[in-house]
DNA sequence: CCACATAGTGGCAATAAGCCACCATGTGGT
DNA sequence: ACCACATGGTGGCTTATTGCCACTATGTGG
């Protein structure tokens, strides 16, 4: 039984708490308050252009002053399942209440945290630029979104953070193939061709503009708002996602040029 | 060490341990050897032509004397991750040491069990019938197999675990729509209308027979063995997967009649 | 008032699935 | 030995959906 700590004077009472855990496990009895279970979150939005995360600068040790992906202990006065959790998260960093959220992948074990044996729950969200408010000062924490292409290079992640962003990554990467998830990266109205761009910056790649068209509005799931996009040259059609339109899955792949 | 202690001795000790805990939380401070993380995984395989799931009688309270997901803590001092965790229940339960497996979707909330707030990460596994050796006297457990279409009516399963028996059941219908998946629930050599068979059964739709075969062998992830099936009418060319060919993506899914 | 950029469409080619009839080749009964 | 039968396997047309690309439509701004 190996027990590295710092705070020497928890060290006699951790021993005691160890075994008594294992007793209370050998007994199937548990009520503890502090699962020992973490939530983070890839929050995605576009942006200038490009797809974007939100990334939030440790205030607290482990990895103190390092840039991470948000999230924390799930409360468990607060939470009642682990979505609250996320939306809670979600709510804390950016100030958005509603959102598309889903559970991508769940990560366990001995080293991907110095404290020990963790798990963290990792979420997908993906909010409209227009919605956020960045809440700087709230908790006096660095907040930034950072462009998906600069981290790696310019921004590192702590902890295993970069294998958890690179699975929502590709989650929603590999969604965006055959659903419409894109709607949720774009303010309640846009136009077809705002969309599509959505779609390619996503993809990281051209998508034919006919095809697409066709694909979005046969699958019957936006409306015309009626009102016009002006601006320059000629004006679009703005479009909104209908009511329970939301997760439209297609029969095909968007392919790329053959 | 020693670890003796009465249930009722341990009272007291909880509320302090609490507090503990809450101290550790504070500082940021986890070395806990027993994360509150249970692994539970829906087993499949294909017997006398039909979807079947492994389900254990539980031993121990909570819910003892009903049917369950197998499935169990993690143990900090065999499992590094959470996939070994995975496999050491699915060797512990079916013999099998190698097979498709793949992390679905975790649960956590403070109702799905009645020991507190609890976190389950859920876990599909695909295995061959050949492969089987139920290991019922080892562990005293009752371990059997239940059509999937049996479950709810003849079957009902403790805690949560409908719902994540029913998360795990939709991923594999969903995979196999667009994906070679079902191989795995065959054994290593096999002919191409086996291969269908479980594909229907999986689906519950037939398929067409010109159209899957195409699909398959256009998809160059099998390979002729060289044998031939014998036994009643015309003999069929066996195949097994080619290595590293186990997860093929098609660019549509698997349609049924118009 | 005209060039231009962007919105939106027509229509055919290419791809992959559905459909179904037809041929191929064993086993087993007489 | 032979033939009915069940199952394996394929040819070839139809249908559905996407790719392609040129062409038309309609504003803005000089």
Redesign the pocket.
Known sequence: MTISRSISATVSLMAKQLTEKQFLKNYNVHDFDVPLVTVDMAIFTVKEGKLQVLVVKRAQHPAKGKWALPGGFVDMTLDKTLNDTAYRKLKEKTGVDTSYLEQVESFGGAGRDPRGWSVTVAYLALISSDDIVLSKDESSEDVTWVPIEDMGEKVELAFDHDAVLKACHGRLKGKVQYTSLPVNLLPADF???ELQKTFEIILDKSV????F???IL?ADILEETGEMK?G??????LYRVKPEGESHF???S?????
Chains 1, 2 share one sequence.
């Open positions: 136009t077809l061709t034919e503009k006919k095809s068209r066709r694909r046969d002006t320059s040259n000629r004006p679009a059609k297609f029969a095909r968007l392919e790329g040029p053959r």
